[in-house]
């Protein structure tokens, strides 16, 4: 069951997904589309998830759930890993590679591969104070709080 993000409590389980490329207006629009009608029957044995998501950047699909109604489980996780997949499919885009950097260049948002963003902190072109996204958050407070944050507050940290 899809109910607005502001809704859900600061403890709900998030899976960040982050896209290779930004994501056209259009494709955008279609992707928020196709999450939101996922999120309205996603559910865990047969009991609806209360779930929400955020759209960021054109860039990161954000997944909520909140688990004091109805966990996630194992069969409902591999449901939503398999929507991602299609949507990586449609729109020929990677999702899942979690061996990747995204992180703010100024006011345009960078994606790197992690031995060219290692390679660029050592080059002193990226520094401790460059905002990342840390994708590693697991609730929506960390979420709000750890998310985009300079590298030396993250796991982004050792590379300098």
Same mark, same amino acid.
């Given at each position: 069951? #899809?109910?607005?993000?502001? !809704?859900?409590?600061?403890?709900?389980?998030?899976?960040? #997904?982050?896209?290779?490329?930004?994501?056209?207006?259009?494709?955008?629009?279609?992707?928020?589309?196709?999450?939101?009608?996922? *999120?309205?029957?996603?559910?865990?044995?047969?009991?609806? *998830?209360?779930?929400? /998501?955020?759209?960021? #950047? &054109?860039?990161?699909?954000?997944?909520?759930? !909140?688990?004091?109604?109805?966990?996630?489980?194992?069969?409902?996780?591999?449901?939503?890993?398999?929507?991602?997949?299609? *949507?990586?499919?449609?729109?020929?885009?990677?999702?899942?590679?979690?061996?990747?950097?995204?992180?703010?260049?100024?006011?345009?948002?960078?994606?790197?591969?992690?031995?060219?963003?290692?390679?660029?902190?050592?080059?002193?072109?990226?520094?401790?104070?460059?905002?990342?996204?840390? !994708?590693?958050? &697991?609730?929506?407070?960390? /979420?709000?709080?750890?998310?985009?944050?300079?590298?030396?507050?993250?796991?982004?940290?050792?590379?300098?």
């Amino acid at each position: 069951m #899809y109910i607005p993000f502001e !809704n859900l409590p600061e403890d709900s389980k998030i899976w960040i #997904y982050q896209s290779n490329r930004k994501f056209s207006d259009a494709e955008f629009s279609e992707i928020e589309a196709d999450v939101k009608s996922f *999120l309205e029957t996603w559910e865990a044995h047969s009991v609806s *998830l209360e779930s929400s /998501y955020q759209m960021k #950047y &054109n860039r990161f699909i954000i997944i909520a759930v !909140n688990q004091e109604v109805q966990a996630a489980t194992g069969c409902s996780i591999d449901k939503s890993v398999m929507f991602i997949q299609k *949507l990586e499919q449609k729109y020929n885009v990677d999702l899942l590679d979690k061996m990747n950097v995204t992180f703010k260049n100024g006011e345009h948002i960078a994606h790197k591969t992690l031995i060219d963003f290692k390679k660029m902190a050592k080059e002193k072109a990226v520094t401790e104070n460059t905002i990342v996204f840390n !994708n590693l958050v &697991n609730t929506i407070e960390e /979420y709000n709080e750890s998310w985009e944050v300079p590298a030396m507050d993250s796991w982004h940290s050792r590379f300098f």
